[in-house]
């Protein structure tokens, strides 16, 4: 993607198309409203603005890595972390608490808030903006019953159509041959009726979708875990409403139906739900010097659940990376390095892969690698790298882990390697053939007492207790972990803004080499933080 300056203009023409949608106009006028220092509001630079050259660029002194890190400290996250929770208040008047979900006012701000920070910064970066819509969705109630009988567990899955009209559907239970991953899985009597899907092989929208087409009334995906807090990923218009339950209670119709197929146990099922298009925006800015046919690039996500601020969640990873990017520019790099602020990653890392599925095959060749990082501060923390490899990811990923490793261990700090397996927004970079890892505390994982051992804390606890939560405030986040880690970060672009050395080079992307990058999507069990098949 070409990265320009971001005018006052192009944000209002970007507002003038948003108007017509559902939102509230004032909040979005207040949101494009470019009240930034150095421009005036027709967008022209004020006398004041600082300019920034080539000469001014090669003036300065060479990257370094430790003299990067050492301009890290407590105090710089503690008061941008304040700052962001001053701005999740912003969204007490429509959902009773702080948030920074996409859509809220909190959000919007947090956009404003990274726009105006990088604005102070304008002559040593460029930035822009990019528009998508994200999938919203929320259920509101649901319910199943089987002769008469609520199941124990009983979950409904993320961005579930709801129940035609408002009513429940009711019909008899399907038993489902195989895992529902084909139309031809499904016997020809499930129209009109529930189908009993068994989880495994596909993602669940896929079952849901092939429900659907073979004219089910609703769908039942059983699982030997337990009732899934899954998703049924972006809409397609073909799924049904969908519930899950876990194999113990499942065991008795799957019993009775694989004995005798035409069995009628009565079904009603119901779901009060909707599903949503909510405009948002990715924010990403680019060092105006270095070189763009190798690009560092690195993330963040600016958006938190409903339930709560995000401070940790993904505030710490929002901050970290301002605060980088502000040191960056006292230092003359090589590279060019490009850095991204993602929306809707709680819906499902929606900003991200817009922007990685949006990139041409030359703008993807030009990505050396992308590096992820998404929360910081876990209180219960450990230090997390993801487990990435130059053979099952694309090559340079297992390289990029190494940098990590090494670095953990030359300041004598343990280590934990984590799987690779899809929750935070390095997917959409691996499915379209760019290396890719990073780093995290955790979230709510139990920690072990092995865990206990190497990083402190409390063993039997999530690593953080208040992940997805109203506690994830200002007294959630660990500051020795985050200045220890946004120090990491600091470490990864210097190290490769300086030189790739060493690093694999990237062979030339093209549409099939992408498409085939996108054949290992199926390795990951997650898209963000819900299940996927």
Not at 26 to 41: I, M, T, W, Y
Request: glycine share 8%; net charge negative.
């Amino acid at each position: 993607m070409k990265i320009n300056t971001l005018t006052l203009s192009a944000s209002l023409s970007i507002l003038t198309a948003i108007n017509s949608l559902p939102f509230d106009s004032k909040q979005l006028q207040q949101s494009f409203q470019l009240n930034v220092p150095g421009l005036e509001l027709d967008g022209t630079p004020l006398k004041d603005a600082p300019e920034f050259s080539k000469q001014d660029f090669n003036a300065l002194p060479e990257i370094d890595t430790e003299q990067l890190q050492a301009l890290i400290n407590e105090a710089g996250l503690k008061s941008r972390a304040e700052t962001l929770f001053s701005i999740a208040e912003r969204s007490k008047a429509d959902y009773g608490h702080p948030t920074r979900v996409i859509g809220s006012a909190g959000h919007w701000g947090t956009i404003d808030y990274i726009k105006a920070e990088l604005a102070k910064l304008r002559g040593y970066f460029t930035f822009d903006v990019q528009a998508f819509f994200a999938v919203d969705g929320k259920v509101n109630s649901y319910s199943l019953l089987v002769d008469g009988t609520e199941p124990k567990s009983l979950l409904p899955l993320s961005l579930t159509p709801p129940t035609p009209n408002g009513r429940p559907v009711h019909g008899k239970l399907v038993l489902v041959e195989n895992f529902g991953c084909s139309v031809e899985d499904f016997p020809k009597y499930t129209k009109d009726n529930i189908a009993l899907i068994k989880r495994g092989e596909c993602a669940f929208g896929d079952k849901s979708i092939n429900a659907g087409l073979a004219g089910a009334a609703g769908a039942i995906i059983y699982d030997p875990e337990g009732a899934l807090h899954g998703t049924l990923g972006s809409p397609t218009g073909k799924e049904v409403p969908t519930l899950s339950i876990s194999e113990k209670d499942a065991a008795h119709f799957v019993k009775v139906l694989s004995k005798h197929p035409h069995h009628k146990f009565k079904t009603t099922l119901y779901v009060d739900s909707y599903v949503k298009n909510i405009r948002t925006l990715n924010v990403i800015a680019e060092t105006r010097f270095g070189d763009h046919d190798n690009v560092v690039s690195l993330g963040a996500h600016s958006d938190s659940v409903t339930e709560g601020p995000g401070i940790n969640d993904d505030g710490s990873g929002t901050i970290s990376l301002l605060e980088v990017a502000k040191y960056l520019s006292q230092f003359k790099v090589n590279n060019a390095v490009r850095f991204a602020w993602w929306a809707a990653e709680e819906e499902g890392l929606l900003g991200s892969d817009h922007y990685a599925n949006s990139l041409s095959p030359e703008e993807n060749s030009k990505l050396r690698l992308f590096m992820d990082y998404d929360m910081m501060a876990s209180p219960n923390y450990e230090y997390e790298v993801y487990d990435a490899n130059n053979k099952d990811h694309p090559n340079g990923s297992g390289t990029l882990k190494d940098l990590y490793i090494d670095w953990y261990t030359q300041h004598g700090l343990n280590y934990s390697l984590v799987p690779f397996d899809g929750r935070s927004d390095y997917v959409g970079f691996i499915d379209n053939g760019i290396p890719a890892g990073g780093i995290a505390t955790g979230a709510e994982g139990v920690k072990s007492p092995e865990a206990q051992k190497k990083f402190g804390g409390e063993a039997g606890k999530w690593f953080d207790p208040c992940y997805h939560q109203l506690c994830d405030d200002l007294s959630n986040p660990d500051y020795e972990a985050w200045v220890i880690n946004t120090k990491l970060i600091a470490h990864s672009v210097a190290t490769y803004a300086k030189t790739f050395e060493g690093f694999p080079e990237r062979e030339n992307a093209t549409e099939a080499s992408i498409s085939e990058a996108g054949k290992k999507k199926s390795n990951f069990k997650f898209h963000g933080s819900n299940l996927i098949m």
